[in-house]
T-cell receptor, first 109, second 116 residues
Framework: RKEVEQDPGPFNVPEGATVAFNCTYSNSASQSFFWYRQDCRKEPKLLMS???SGNEDGRFTAQLNRASQYISLLIRDSKLSDSATYLCVVISGTYKYIFGTGTRLKVLA | GAVVSQHPSRVICKSGTSVKIECRSLDFQATTMFWYRQFPKQSLMLMATSNEGSKATYEQGVEKDKFLINHASLTLSTLTVTSAHPEDSSFYICSARLGPANTEAFFGQGTRLTVV
């Protein structure tokens, strides 16, 4: 089983839709969690950190469920510019960044 | 925010030659930098952790004699792909943390290596 698993998608959604991604992790000792966004042929860029209490940044909401060992990302009112691959990143007990395979999102006009 | 600069962004080299990729932290000191490789439609795979002033720590399956890492200063780490083969063609990305070990990392722009 992979340490961090994501549904690769693609998720094709119309503009204005709400879309949610989940990411599961296997190591219960994992300490920190992030969502990164990666555009085609570009480097990953931090979208948001994920806190135990959940956090929101504009149209984006991230949540952590330690009991079930998953994190989620919710995007409301999708824009064309949200089209990208969303990477789930978990910092393991040895402080290594473990990346999920990413979930591809395509927002359609 | 913190900036990590990687150079070159794109390189084409012949089989058997060596290629050096530079990763610089522009506005902060990074005692630790990370090197990743990403094949098309796959995730980033950690190759090695670069430690300033000491030897790099390589992940299982990564040949340290083929992927030479030097971290001679607090702002510069280099990855040299030696005796490159076409199967080394990939997207190489470095990253560095601004803060403690459990904080977010910032990434360089990546280097697309094509070995012909």
């Amino acid at each position: 089983r992979k340490e961090v698993e994501q549904d690769p998608g693609p998720f094709n959604v119309p503009e204005g839709a709400t879309v949610a991604f989940n990411c599961t992790y296997s190591n219960s000792a994992s300490q920190s969690f992030f969502w990164y966004r990666q555009d085609c042929r570009k480097e990953p860029k931090l979208l948001m950190s994920v806190y135990s209490s959940g956090n929101e940044d504009g149209r984006f909401t991230a949540q952590l469920n330690r009991a079930s060992q998953y994190i989620s990302l919710l995007i409301r009112d999708s824009k064309l510019s949200d089209s990208a691959t969303y990477l789930c990143v978990v910092i393991s007990g040895t402080y290594k960044y473990i990346f999920g395979t990413g979930t591809r999102l395509k927002v359609l006009a | 925010g913190a900036v990590v600069s990687q150079h070159p962004s794109r390189v084409i080299c012949k089989s058997g030659t060596s290629v050096k990729i530079e990763c610089r932290s522009l506005d902060f000191q990074a005692t630790t930098m990370f090197w990743y490789r990403q094949f098309p439609k796959q995730s980033l795979m950690l190759m090695a952790t670069s430690n300033e002033g000491s030897k790099a720590t390589y992940e299982q399956g990564v040949e340290k004699d083929k992927f030479l890492i030097n971290h001679a200063s607090l702002t510069l780490s280099t990855l040299t792909v030696t005796s490159a083969h076409p199967e080394d063609s990939s997207f190489y990305i470095c990253s560095a943390r601004l803060g403690p070990a459990n904080t977010e990392a910032f990434f360089g722009q990546g280097t697309r290596l094509t070995v012909v």
